[in-house]
């Protein structure tokens, strides 16, 4: 099934021993366009700031009372390397993440997950390095201007998502004066390029073709 990813912002998320917080944003791959990690607003219970999950901590979702039940508790996520959402994440924060909650990750191509809860509080993670460049915020992808090779079509409203395979297959487009204002969906393999100095999506095809 397909959902505008907008209306998942606030679903619940539920940790093996209650209520953890709620979706704040999508952590998504820019080169195979999959979302890869959940921000979650912990609320009040975990003064810090917002945590990063991976997609292969969950269980099934259910999509339509919109909550995600995780296979932690929120001690492990209390004690979870600190991660800081308002930047890009870097591949060293990754493996931090793997080393302390067991799950594999995403470009080992592999599902497994196996929550280690006897790693100690405490301990030290390496997070200083560089962004990975292809690791993105939704949320802050919403706004950008949209390009075909020859004019612009308009503003990225949004993403849709597939639920089967936490795939963005179209971003959600307001047109302009060109198309009369009208909303369109533009495949998100006609991406070429992304310009984040620019805060532009490039596209591959001609106006016209949209």
Do not use: C
């Not at 591949?91 to 793997?98: G, L, P």
């Amino acid at each position: 099934m397909l959902h505008d990813l907008e209306t998942l912002t606030g679903s619940s998320v539920i940790a093996t021993d209650g209520e953890m917080g709620s979706v704040r944003n999508f952590l998504f791959d820019d080169q195979s366009w999959t979302i890869r990690y959940l921000v979650v607003d912990v609320g009040s219970w975990l003064k810090r700031r917002p945590v990063v999950l991976a997609i292969t901590a969950l269980d099934q979702p259910d999509w339509a009372k919109k909550t995600f039940h995780v296979r932690l508790t929120k001690e492990q996520v209390r004690n979870s390397p600190d991660v800081d959402t308002e930047k890009p994440v870097s591949r060293q924060q990754e493996i931090a993440m793997k080393e302390y909650f067991g799950w594999m990750a995403y470009w080992e191509d592999s599902e497994w997950f196996n929550p280690l809860p006897s790693i100690a509080p405490g301990r030290e993670y390496p997070v200083h390095t560089k962004g990975d460049s292809h690791l993105r915020s939704a949320r802050d992808l919403v706004g950008y201007d949209v390009w075909a090779t020859d004019s612009e079509v308009g503003r990225l409203e949004g993403f849709i998502l597939d639920d089967a395979s936490w795939h963005l297959g179209y971003l959600y487009v307001k047109a302009g004066d060109w198309l009369y204002s009208r909303s369109v969906l533009v495949p998100t393999r006609w991406v070429k390029s992304i310009s984040w100095a620019h805060r532009r999506v490039n596209l591959h095809h001609a106006r016209e073709q949209i």
